[in-house]
């Protein structure tokens, strides 16, 4: 006897067996670390994250693969494994106090920190995790990384006198150049002439002939011939970057090569070079030395991942 499927049965029919076009895909394997799984759904979630950081880079720095996104979530999971083992626990006092701390430096209330996550696209509980994640990693740096590490009172000094512009301390220099007037629309034997009569000049101040003079003579600046070539005083950032390139690396009384710029060629003599006095050392010593102490964390941190995927066993399933 054949039965005879109705309207109802029929949807009686679709309504327990499961659409092939909704059921969801198995999540594969796309790598194993130690005995934890990475599934092909979380390093897709990852890359959306990644792809979405990316957008705040230059163009150039842009470009990202899912092999990036799955190093994250190995290198991530290799640190979740080693605050497993070193048994660091975070506290849902730790947190609370955490997210406390952040709406008096943000200056919010509750429902203002509510707002601000809801426009990053988070919940409450959801800052909570990852605020408890940080925690945990910032309590294993501190162990694992930051008590290792020390700075020197002689390397902070080195970085303040290698950074002194940073702290208002910045170099000024008084020169005097010759000048060689130089059309970008020249033709080929222009252009050698116009060097000849440099390099001439130059073997002239070379050989102790007065430079004043020779700017006064030679020099197509024309203020050259009332003030000798004087570029008056004046910060490296102040000028063109080839002359300001070149007098920072000249000492006072030292006439430089050739110099070419975008306006023409340029024989320079540095007349004094001098040191703004700026921020004492003293004033600021402690954010050098925090300076340093989180550039030496970050590398040794960096280092110590690498340490850690080196004695790990991680089998990559997908690339």
Known sequence: MVKIITACSMLALLAVT???????????????????????????????????????????????????????????KLVEQKIRELDIKVSDEDVRLAIEDVKKQNNLDQAGLEKALAGQGLTVPQYKVQLKEQLERMRLMSQEVRSKIQVGEREMHEYYDAHRADYGGNETFHARHIFFKLDPKASAEETAKTRKLADEVLAKTRGGEDFVELAKKYSQDP??????????????????????????????????????????????????????????????????????????????????????????NIDVKQP
Do not use: C
Not at 296 to 304: A, G, H, P, T
């Open 223 to 312: 203020a050259a011939a009332k003030d000798g070539g004087d570029l008056g005083t004046f910060k490296r950032s102040d000028m063109l970057a080839e002359i300001g390139d070149t007098v920072a690396a000249m000492k006072p009384g030292e006439v430089s090569s050739v110099v070419a710029s975008p306006a023409g060629l340029h024989i320079i003599k540095l007349e004094q070079k001098s040191q703004e006095k700026g921020r004492s050392f003293e004033e600021v010593k402690e954010s050098i030395e925090e300076q340093l102490y989180r550039k030496k964390s970050e590398e040794r941190f960096n280092q110590w991942v690498k340490d850690l995927r080196n004695a790990a």
């Open 18 to 76: 499961p659409s092939l076009a909704t059921t969801k895909p198995i999540s594969s394997i796309a790598a194993i670390v130690n005995d934890d799984v990475i599934t092909s759904a979380d390093v897709d979630k990852e890359y959306a994250q990644v792809q979405k950081e990316a957008e705040k880079l230059p163009a150039a720095e842009r470009t990202v693969t899912r092999s990036t996104a799955l190093n994250r979530l190995v290198d991530r």
